[in-house]
């Protein structure tokens, strides 16, 4: 991925509105079916992590509700 692109991921991830859905403005993404769907992702990313991927935008719990992460971005 060139450093361009990673750079505009960096900067518009983040940006795209992860939430719950009666929140203002509605979110493009809701939650993960449940508390444990989110868990298993963020192991995945854990695991991904420790054998050498480089996000671009790693995972993040959000803390309104324990089955809702942001999106993550590989480099």
Known sequence: MSAQLSEQ???LI???AVGLPMEEPQP???TLINE???EQMLNAQAVLLERGAEP???MQ???SCN???TLVCWN
């Open 9 to 11: 991921l960096r900067e």
């Open 14 to 16: 983040p940006k795209i």
């Open 28 to 30: 493009f993404m809701g």
């Open 36 to 38: 444990r769907a989110a």
């Open 56 to 58: 671009v935008v790693p």
């Open 61 to 63: 719990r959000r803390e």
């Open 67 to 69: 089955a809702l992460v």
